[in-house]
């Protein structure tokens, strides 16, 4: 369980699912920190719950009772970052 509240976190995961970013707002850092953010990234790709396409990029949003992941995979690699194709998910998982 990871403690209730905490907003602002940002995260982005490459094709080979290698954690590649993980920003923490910083008045959140007192309350968490990003080994806690990884582990819970590494848990769920694990799980194949994270859909990672070429890469995905999102924030994380934790309550007492859920942890919501709202992303967006490249799904199609364009002929640059502009061009590419997104698709956009959402993941709840239990915080208990």
């Known amino acids: 369980m990871i403690h209730e509240s905490y907003y602002d976190i940002s995260f982005s995961i490459g094709v080979d699912k290698d954690i590649e970013f993980i ?18 990234l590494k848990g769920l790709l694990l799980q194949n ?6 890469r ?4 994380i949003d934790i309550t007492e009772e859920e942890i919501t992941l709202t992303y967006r995979y490249c799904s199609e690699l364009g002929e640059d970052y502009d061009t590419d194709v997104w698709d956009h998910e959402t993941l709840k998982v239990s915080n208990t």
């Open 23 to 40: 920003s923490i707002m910083d008045e959140d850092k007192d309350n968490i920190t990003e080994n806690e953010i990884t582990n819970l």
């Open 49 to 54: 719950k994270i859909v990672v396409g070429e």
């Open 56 to 59: 995905c990029e999102g924030d």
